[in-house]
């Protein structure tokens, strides 16, 4: 499989995976995975701001297809060379934490490959991530897709916790066993029953209590596997800790809580709650970051917090958005406060540019989601 920017998908390719909608309010399936592209397709994928596709082609050591070959690198700049690479660590990424997360049986340990293959992806996110926001808030909004499961997430949150960590100022190496743990925060789950996992409605007493045993579960796997660090082993065993201490499988509180899990703690439930779900649709930035910032000192760390909120861009520069007043636009300038950038309209009243921080007369305006659909003329 090869992850293709939309501007190099050409007709005749075929999709390795399913296009879901990244409209935050209409998640639903675009194209369903073996479908072979035309040109109206393309012209509807561009037009509900899909970024990149996957679609099939040779293994890496083998000969690629003619639409992403080197020599067309030769007519892209520098910074668009870039992205193609990080789109492609996605690709590969996602790939290889399927084959990590999907077993047929009960997970005892990992295997030499999953090791080495989680451990490549954290370089990758080492390296790509760093303290670039925007591409951050695009690869979040990339990845939040109808089709959710538990090894989509654990990336997402691997990139949110390096995000926290640079702005924590923690040394690489620190940095590198967080996106190792996020990684394999859920690796626990693999060994929960899958109907209780996705189950759309409540969960039973006895089902949440399966459910509190996935952080052990994960601990364990990684004691068996051996090698990983005690500070990589603590941040998948106290992840679900609360601030307050009432969180589980222990009941840590405050900064006994190791700062690995700390991390993590944030980043997941913040993926969660912005993520589709069997059970309900996701919550807006906006909401969950309220949220999260109501639950400092009760559930989450204030430090922690604070460095989420100054590292994590969730409207780069270009991004369609929907406003609560039904209106949609572009993002052009950030502020201070990411939540409230620089917003021109499209459709009724284009061309029109509300700062959300600064205009008094829209303080009461805010972004609900990101817009996929067609602007209105």
Known sequence: MIIVPIDNVTEGMVLAKDVSSTSARDYKTLLMKGTTITSDMIHLLKSKGIKNITVKGEDTHETEPK???????????????????????????????????????????????A???????????????????????????????????????????????????????????????????????????????HEIIVKPGKLTDDEFEKIKRHPYIGYQILKNTGGYSANVMSGVLFHQEKFDGSGYPTGLAGKKIPLIARILTVADVFDALTSNRPYRRPWSVAETEEYILGGCGIHFDYDVTAA??????????????????????????????????????????????????????????????????????
């Open 67 to 113: 639409s992403v070959q080197q020599p067309q690198l030769e007519n892209i700049s520098r910074a668009e060379a870039a992205e193609m690479i990080k789109n492609q660590h996605i690709g590969k990424a996602l790939s290889e934490l399927n084959s990590v997360f999907d077993h047929n049986g009960e997970i005892k340990e990992l295997s030499q490959k």
């Open 115 to 193: 090791i080495e293959q989680v451990d490549g992806i954290a370089d990758d996110i080492l390296v790509d991530i760093g303290n670039d926001s925007s591409y951050l808030g695009n690869q979040m909004i990339a990845l939040q897709n109808y089709d959710d499961y538990t090894y989509k997430h654990c990336l997402r949150v691997a990139m949110l916790s390096t995000s926290i960590a640079n702005e924590l100022h923690m040394k690489q190496g620190d940095i590198k066993e967080v996106i190792v743990a996020a990684l394999l925060h859920d690796i626990g789950k693999s060994n929960i029953d």
């Open 308 to 377: 989420f909120l100054r590292s994590f861009n969730p409207y780069p520069v270009g991004t369609m958005v929907s406003l609560s007043d039904g209106r949609h636009g572009v993002v052009i300038q950030h502020n201070s406060n990411v939540l409230r950038p620089v917003v021109r309209i499209h459709g009724v009243g284009a061309g029109e540019e509300i700062d959300l921080s600064n205009d008094f007369r829209f303080l009461s305006l805010m972004i609900t989601g990101i817009y996929g659909g067609n602007y209105a003329v």
